[in-house]
């Protein structure tokens, strides 16, 4: 069966702007969860959505915010972006309380 | 604190030559100890999960073992597309996840 599924696969953005990346989780699972990778602090947890409510949150600003929709699709959004924010944002979608498969990522460069 | 602790930080082997790779952890209530694999701009790959101590998986060439404080990823006579960013992880409602190894296996 398919994969998580992230889009888009690259993003270049402006300081100032924001930013929608998008999520596809594997058929049947409702867990969704966003994960920050940087070369200084690995992974860090976002936050985990599950059916469509926000379940767990990391210690991120504001500017990070997430969604989920009912066919458990998400999409998180990071307003006013900063040179920092530069980074391999991922998605691991879990069914029950079982292994998080993770997408492929989305890598966003903040100029 | 929940915390993770993978050692050592890069690891290079030649082809066959057979190795460990370290996951310490200090959490209350293990609910699951994960190992990933990572290739270069990828998501991480699930290997393996424990969840006892003296619980054991194997997958082709990789091993992981669990015990109370540590987690181990042995590696046997490793091959050049073995080589990857090999991360372990601890739930606690979120994945809490280690720096990883970095491991480069020479032909």
């Known amino acids: 069966k398919a994969g998580v599924t992230q889009t888009p696969r690259y993003l270049i953005k402006t300081r100032g702007q924001q930013v929608t990346l998008s999520c596809s989780p594997i058929?049947?699972?409702?867990?969704v969860s966003w994960y920050q990778q940087t070369p200084g602090q690995g992974l860090q947890f976002l936050f985990e959505y599950f059916s469509e409510t926000q379940r767990n949150k990391g210690n991120f600003p504001g500017r990070f915010s997430g969604r989920q929709f009912s066919n458990s699709r998400s999409e998180m959004n990071v307003s006013t972006l900063e040179l920092g924010d530069s980074a391999l944002y991922l998605c691991a979608s879990r069914w029950e309380n079982t292994e998080a498969f993770f997408g492929q990522g989305t890598r966003l460069t903040v100029v | 604190e929940d915390q993770v602790t993978q050692s050592p930080e890069a690891l290079r082997l030649q082809e066959g030559e057979s190795s460990s790779l370290n996951c310490s952890y200090t959490?209350?209530?293990?609910?699951?100890l994960f190992w990933y694999r990572q290739d270069p701009g990828k998501g991480p790959e699930f290997l393996f999960t424990l969840y006892s101590a003296g619980e054991e998986k194997e997958k082709e060439r990789l091993k992981a073992t669990l015990t109370k404080k540590e987690s181990f990823l042995h590696i046997t006579a490793p091959k050049p597309e073995d080589s990857a960013t090999y991360l372990c992880?601890?739930?606690?409602?979120?994945?809490?996840f280690g720096q990883g190894t970095e491991l480069s296996v020479k032909p």
């Open positions: 992880a601890v739930w606690r409602g979120k994945l809490i």
């Open positions: 959490v209350s209530g293990l609910r699951g």
């Open positions: 058929s049947g699972h409702r867990s």
